[in-house]
């Protein structure tokens, strides 16, 4: 097996470019999936790729860099837009996950069930992408074609996720069911950000995973929101504002039960979000 840890961007391309490899940001989801199968020939480890590493605020866009772990998101003094991501880092797996798993490998396995896509996606997030072409940008709802699918062509590798700045008075927020509280893959799982003006939602943005193929926007919701009070939200939200969903039954819940439980939760949510004007 060839294993290839470069310090710089520029190498972990031209390793790229000699033949397909598994890129590793922190391998917590790749390993365990080979299950009984041989590790891959060629293994791509970007974990001391310093162009990779930190948080920080460009003019209008924040640039998560594609090594940064739920830890650092953790750690990391963001505003309040950022809030639900930080909720969301709390239950990805075990502190030791936290440590070592990064946000651009929570989308890049683009797991239905992934807890950094709905907020991700409430945060109008893109991915830089490095390629033999140079650089490219995709938004994140463009990048997840479908389960364990995305966009990423030969020799390419994720470099940042970019989230525009929200600016005023702004709640971020994130809810999952699972069977328990902690370890555990979500059954249905809810993202949502709300500006406010003068006590009423100027914009609403309201995501859902791990009840379709990809996590998605659910837009009409969004715009029923808008002009209402706090007090006013959770009565807005119809079974019809969740058609375009497609939950599935599987071993964790039955497509009916998760099609109650993300009404509830988002219900829940929206509730929660009226106390932090």
């Known amino acids: 097996m060839s ?33 009984d199968r041989p590790a891959p020939e060629r293994v791509l480890d970007l974990t001391r790729v ?14 998560i860099g594609a090594g940064v772990t ?13 809030d639900g991501l930080k909720v969301a880092a709390r239950q990805v797996g075990s502190v030791q996950i936290q440590t070592t798993a990064t946000l651009a490998g929570n989308i890049c396995n683009a797991s239905p069930a992934a807890d950094g896509v709905p907020v991700l996606l409430t945060l109008d997030a893109s991915v830089e992408i490095a390629g033999p072409s140079g650089i490219r940008v995709v938004p994140l709802a463009g990048f997840i074609t479908g389960p364990r699918r995305t966009t990423l062509a030969a020799g390419e590798i994720v470099t940042a996720i970019l989230v525009p700045a929200v600016e005023g008075q702004v709640w971020s927020g994130f809810e999952k069911l699972g ?14 950000l709300i500006l406010w003006d003068g006590g009423k939602v100027a914009e609403a943005r309201l995501a859902v995973g791990a009840c379709s193929p990809v996590p998605v926007r659910l837009p009409a919701l969004e715009a029923a929101l808008v002009g209402l009070p706090a007090g006013a939200l959770t009565g807005t ?12 039954d599987d071993v964790r819940a039955t497509g009916a039960y998760r099609s109650s439980a993300v009404t509830t939760l988002v219900r829940r949510m929206l509730d929660g979000c009226g106390t932090r004007i």
């Not at 162009?51 to 209008?60: E, F, Q, V």
């Not at 739920?70 to 950022?82: E, Q, T």
């Open 70 to 82: 739920w830890a650092d998101v953790l750690r990391a003094g963001l505003p309040p837009m950022f």
């Open 179 to 192: 069977a328990r509280a902690y370890l555990v893959i979500s059954i249905a799982s809810v993202a949502g």
């Open 50 to 63: 310093a162009a990779l590493k930190g948080i920080l605020r460009d003019g209008p866009t924040w640039r």
């Open 237 to 248: 939200v119809k079974d019809d504002h969740f058609a375009g969903l497609a939950p599935i």
């Open 3 to 35: 294993y290839f840890r470069p310090d710089d961007l520029e190498a972990a391309l031209g390793y790229l470019a000699e033949g397909p490899a598994q890129v590793l940001a922190g391998g917590t989801d790749v390993y365990p999936a080979l299950g």
